[in-house]
């Protein structure tokens, strides 16, 4: 909007008579006229130019000059001698030094002088006595070259210029006495609704909108009633003011929501509609009518493209640009369509070749007589690039060398960002950092096939390397389960990990070290080296034992879920455990000294490593072993795990797994207690003890077998940050290397999730279906994640 200035306007008719009056003026008060002609001569566009005189040319760069509004016709001007020169203007100003009047040199009345001055004067009138009355001082009339300086509306006749008219009859007539007026107390206008500040309840009704709704994608109704601030108000305002404050809102928002759809030149009105009240309806009624905030909608004309411009060099391959911009010309302009396809282009030049592609500011010229819009779109394709060296600045964790390592790219390959961000989430995952940024860099290094080599820049800010993490658990039969470990993450640079681990339960005691390589030689590769000794007292077997393994591994993390993982490992076993002896009718100890290999296979479909929602996992375990106790028994251990989950609702999941496994090549009697199968617990068959179910000596402790199956299933509904789940397990272990599925004993339980940002902690109670005796009613289970 255009703001134009205008100097002020005068109302009366001649120029002559403004600049006579501030003559007069002058004469009468004895200005300080020095300054008028200051401002006189600073702005000579405040006075109009006398009739007689032309017109100076106005400035281009000034705005117009008020034109002076005429008289009316019936009033007589009288007539006026010319303007006079600036000399004699300055000899009509009165002299105002003391030369000229000594009186203003007078020092004045002292106050005691004056007060007592007053006293006298008091004291004569009391008296009777007349008072000397100062005698009144009388001048001539000022005159300006023989002619009276006028007094305002004096009736003086023989003035330059006369009094103004009278042109009411009520201001010439007298004045009434005082004590004739008639003084009537003052009375404000009552408010137009004096319950316009009192809290209000309304409703919200929005008109003209399901014609727009109906052509757009986007569910309008539902985007404006998830930000409207009279929805967000729940139908109450705590006056009139709030309820237009937010009826204001909501009309920009509005407006602004169909922009986003096209529609440029929609009109949306607003208006508060009160309901009609009865004129015999009380004054209550009255105030409780119904209240609704209308918003009338006016869509109009919804815009289209008429043509899309995309200014860019040509690219390799020649439709890479094009083939990728979803925009096209006639449909309508849609923000987030326009986003999204510029985004588009933003991210897959980046993914073919052009590490420093720039996609520039969009241009949309509308026009407003055919509904259609000109698109116009700057893209920089910069130069093609290859992959060249790495380089690596800042708090350094490790070296250039170590980050080819995870690297899934080699030199001379084409340039992709998901390369580059695969580099970077390997970076994040080695927990080392504390920030860490994988930039490309220009090297003006030709490449042939007209590109260049562009090296990766690592800028590392090494984090702190020690963690102290700990972790607790509670289980019927297990009982209270406490770990703590402490990790040096980068003891053995590079991503060399020691790592301090402690159990401390009451069933379970243990210590151990292990020494881990991350992506040891290749990316994902883990190596680890480890020792524990633990302290076990079970109701199937109490033992102290030793172990010392190897394992090399492709693994899953918390941050890094991989779809295929694996494992192969040797390790040394020292044990001392107890076991039941039929033929001697009590348990008796026995030293074992096993020796093994292990391996194992996994596959990860599911969406999430601690909470997942869909897919399926498979995990397969083959562990050749000896056990030498007196004489040396060879023997195999096989198991088989698979779990499955279905999104029933956004809600709801149903889980289920299944687990099988056997043993082969050795008597059961032949195998260390500790390494039988056994089932119940927490992670396996809830609603009965830590190992409890399976074969049992005559004291009614398990003593393990060498087969096992067992399944569960789950339906798991989650609100906000907490779920319900409600389970059903079955389970058991067998004498025979063969489970045969007879036998199975049955739990069922709920339990209870709060979800946290690195998972759901688990509260489960349940209890055997067909208790026998020696169980427990009820079982409870404590941890961290869900149970499969």
Not at 12 to 36: K, N, Q, Y
Not at 189 to 216: C, F, H, Q, T, W
Not at 627 to 643: E, I, N, T
Not at 674 to 694: I, K, M, N, P, T
């Amino acid at each position: 909007m255009r703001h134009i200035e205008k100097p002020c306007e005068f109302t009366d008719a001649s120029p002559t008579r403004r600049r006579r009056l501030l003559i007069l003026s002058a004469s009468l008060f004895g200005l300080a006229w020095t300054s008028v002609a200051a401002a006189q001569q600073a702005d000579p566009l405040v006075l109009a130019t006398p009739p007689d005189e032309p017109a100076a040319p106005k400035p281009e760069s000034l705005p117009d000059i008020a034109v002076p509004t005429p008289p009316p016709p019936e009033v007589q001007l009288p007539e006026v001698a010319p303007i006079i020169s600036d000399e004699e203007f300055k000899a009509a100003i009165p002299a105002i030094s003391a030369e000229d009047d000594p009186e203003l040199d007078k020092p004045l009345e002292s106050i005691a002088e004056f007060e007592q001055r007053q006293a006298e004067a008091a004291k004569a009138k009391d008296a009777g006595t007349p008072t000397a009355t100062p005698a009144t001082v009388t001048a001539d009339v000022p005159q300006v070259d023989g002619t009276p300086v006028p007094a305002l509306a004096d009736g003086d006749t023989v003035e330059a210029i006369g009094d103004a008219p009278i042109r009411d009859a009520e201001l010439a007539a007298p004045l009434p006495p005082l004590d004739s007026f008639d003084v009537t107390p003052v009375e404000f206008a009552e408010p137009e609704d004096a319950s316009e500040a009192r809290a209000i309840s309304y409703a919200v009704k929005v008109n003209g909108l399901a014609a727009p709704d109906d052509d757009s994608d986007a569910d309008l109704a539902d985007l404006f009633g998830d930000l409207s601030a009279l929805y967000d108000g729940d139908g109450k305002a705590d006056n009139f003011a709030m309820l237009r404050a937010r009826l204001s809102a909501d009309s920009e928002l509005m407006s602004r929501i169909l922009a986003s759809e096209g529609y440029y030149d929609a009109a949306v009105e607003t208006r508060i509609d009160r309901g009609e009240t009865e004129p015999s309806a009380s004054s209550a009624a009255a105030r409780n009518r119904s209240i609704t905030a209308v918003i009338d909608v006016k869509p109009g004309t919804r815009y289209t493209f008429s043509d899309i411009v995309i200014d860019a060099k040509p690219t390799v391959p020649p439709g890479l640009i094009h083939d990728n911009f979803p925009l096209a010309v006639g449909e309508p302009i849609v923000a987030q369509r326009v986003q999204g396809a510029e985004a588009a282009i933003a991210l897959k030049l980046p993914q073919e070749g052009y590490p420093f592609a720039k996609v520039g500011q969009r241009d949309i010229l509308l026009d407003g007589d055919t509904g259609e819009g000109l698109y116009t779109l700057p893209v920089d394709i910069g130069s093609r690039g290859r992959f060249g060296g790495i380089e690596t600045t800042g708090k350094l964790a490790f070296d250039a060398e170590h980050v080819g390592v995870l690297a899934r790219f080699k030199r001379g390959e084409l340039y992709d960002s998901r390369k580059v961000d695969d580099l970077r989430q390997a970076l994040v995952a080695t927990g080392l950092f504390a920030t860490v940024a994988v930039e490309p860099q220009p090297t003006g290094q030709d490449a042939g096939d007209d590109s260049e080599y562009v090296t990766m820049l690592v800028t590392q800010q090494a984090g702190p390397p020690r963690t102290i993490a700990a972790n607790a658990g509670y289980g019927t039969g297990q009982g209270i389960r406490l770990e703590g470990s402490w990790t040096h993450r980068n003891f053995f640079p590079p991503e060399g990990a020691l790592i301090g681990r402690s159990v401390i339960g009451t069933k379970e005691q243990s210590l151990g070290v292990t020494m881990r390589r991350s992506n040891a030689g290749q990316r994902d590769r883990t190596f680890e080296l480890v020792t524990e000794a633990t302290r076990s007292r079970y109701n199937a077997f109490n033992a102290i034992t030793g172990r010392v393994a190897a394992r090399i591994s492709y693994d899953s993390t918390p941050i890094w879920q991989k779809k295929l993982t694996y494992a192969f490992g040797a390790e040394l076993i020292a044990t001392r455990e107890d076991d039941y002896d039929f033929t001697l009718g009590q348990r008796v100890n026995d030293f074992y000294t096993i020796i093994g290999l292990s391996g194992q296979v996994g596959i990860d479909r599911t969406d999430s490593l601690l909470d997942p929602t869909k897919g399926f996992r498979l995990l397969a375990r083959v562990e050749p072993e000896g056990s030498l106790a007196g004489s040396f028994s060879p023997y195999g251990r096989a198991q088989v795990d698979a779990s499955g989950y279905y999104p029933v609702t956004d809600s709801i999941v149903l889980a289920g797994r299944v687990r099988v496994g056997s043993i082969v090549g050795a008597a059961r009697e032949r195998l260390a207690p500790s390494r039988r199968f056994y089932a119940g617990g927490g992670g396996s068959v809830r609603g009965f003890g830590y190992q409890e179910l399976g074969p049992k000596d005559p004291n009614n402790d398990p003593i393990g077998g060498r087969s096992l199956n067992e399944a569960a299933v789950e339906a798991r509904y989650r609100f906000g940050n907490y779920g319900i789940v409600g389970f059903v397990d079955a389970g058991q272990v067998y004498r025979g290397s063969t489970p045969d599925f007879s036998g199975l004993r049955f739990g069922a339980g709920i339990g209870g999730r709060f979800y946290t940002n690195f998972g759901p902690m688990r509260l489960d109670i349940a209890t055997p279906i067909d208790r026998q005796p020696g169980e427990a009613r009820v079982t409870v289970y404590v941890s961290i994640g869900q149970a499969f």
